[in-house]
């Protein structure tokens, strides 16, 4: 059964950094694509980041610049490293997979990604 498990949020200040692991496993062929998606309090679920089965990336626009994902396909994992945190980024971060074939996951739309992490909570306060 394919599984999918976020782990390294905690309590960061403002400025600081944390790297999330996806860990994933259960399956025998590759995702066509690994996300990041973060819902706060309240708020719909929003794209933050992806990685492609051929190492292509894409991010939302308020992580740029800040935020970098990466894989290493030995360890079946995909990180998140978050730099220069701020209280907006404070949510529950999700890993997700697509396994289906879309063509635009790099567009981080919560319907193109078919299987989901428990999640990890980020909380960025002074």
Known sequence: QVQLVESGGGLVQP???????????GFTSDPYAIGWFRQAPGKEREGVSCISSDGLTAYGDSVKGRFTISRDNAKNTVYLQMNSLKPEDTAVYYCAADFSGSYYHYQLRVKDYDYWGQGTQVTVSS
């Open 15 to 25: 400025g600081g950094s944390l790297r999330l692991s996806c860990a994933a496993s």
